[in-house]
């Protein structure tokens, strides 16, 4: 079968801000280069977010299945947002909680994740 794009991949991340403060929880299909949305220009990945401590689960070609895991996890953890307005960022004090909760997942293929230091490395790598 002819493919003129290949099949979208989406992952499922646990962005982690570096002083511990907050985690972000989200789905992209562009990982790692999803997590420059949340730095100002004039800094580096490395300042804002702990590079071994954000995490992002490979889900698969299925938006609905990511959407749904992402949903679960917010909704599960929906009493330590950071604040009312925000529904992606989240009290930094369940940061392990959260993390073994995406990892969680049951899938038929083992579990491919990656760490945001991996992630930009072989961004790095591949140009």
């Not at 929880?25 to 490395?46: D, E, K, L, Q």
């Not at 392990?96 to 997942?105: P, Q, T």
């Amino acid at each position: 079968m002819y493919c003129p794009e290949p099949a979208p991949t989406y992952w499922l991340y646990v962005l982690c801000r570096r002083d511990a403060s907050a985690v972000k929880i989200g789905m992209t299909r562009n990982w790692p280069s999803r997590t420059f949305a949340f730095v100002h220009p004039y800094r580096a990945v490395a300042d804002v977010f702990d590079l071994d401590s954000s995490r992002a689960f490979l889900v698969g070609p299925s938006k609905i299945e990511v959407l749904r895991r992402e949903g679960e996890i917010k909704r599960f953890f929906a009493n330590w947002r950071v604040d009312a307005r925000s529904r992606e960022w989240f009290d930094g004090a369940v940061t392990g909680d959260v993390l073994a909760l995406a990892g969680s997942f049951d899938d038929d293929n083992d579990q491919v994740m990656l760490t945001l230091r991996d992630a930009l490395e072989i961004q790095s790598v591949q140009g």
